[in-house]
């Protein structure tokens, strides 16, 4: 059974920094996607970035109002990924999800393209 679980969470003030981890289990992690999503209260989800499978490409991909402040990664040993969050704004605050898909990278923002999600981590950032 693949599972995914976001952990780091939590409250920060505007300016602040937070890391989300991403742990699975249950499938071949180097075969997949680990994609970065989020949703606020009345909003649909969104893309937040991506770290592609290895053998793919070596770079992320973000969503632009993350771009300069957000980095995706992954440990493909561990099966862990992780979105380190800096200079954090109040319209950052959402529910983060972490999941999995194996789409080609012209689909690898798309919700729908992901099969496995996480149960989500609040963050939430004050002003």
């Known amino acids: 059974q693949v599972q995914l679980t976001e952990s780091g969470g939590g409250l920060v003030q505007t300016g602040g920094s937070l890391t989300l981890s991403c742990t699975t289990s249950g499938l071949n992690f180097r075969n997949y996607h680990l994609g970065w999503f989020r949703q606020a209260p009345g909003k649909e989800r969104e893309f937040v970035a991506v770290?592609?499978?290895?053998?793919?490409?070596?770079?992320?991909y973000y969503a632009d109002s993350v771009k300069g402040r957000f980095t995706s990664s992954r440990d493909n040993a561990k099966g862990m990924a992780f979105l380190l969050m800096n200079n954090l704004k109040p319209e950052d605050t959402a529910f983060y999800y972490c999941?999995?898909?194996?789409?080609?990278?012209?689909?690898?923002?798309?919700?729908?393209?992901?099969?496995?999600w996480g149960q989500g981590a609040q963050v939430t950032v004050s002003s």
């Open positions: 770290s592609p499978r290895p053998g793919t490409t070596s770079y992320s």
């Open positions: 999941a999995s898909s194996q789409v080609a990278l012209s689909g690898i923002r798309l919700t729908e393209m992901y099969r496995n």
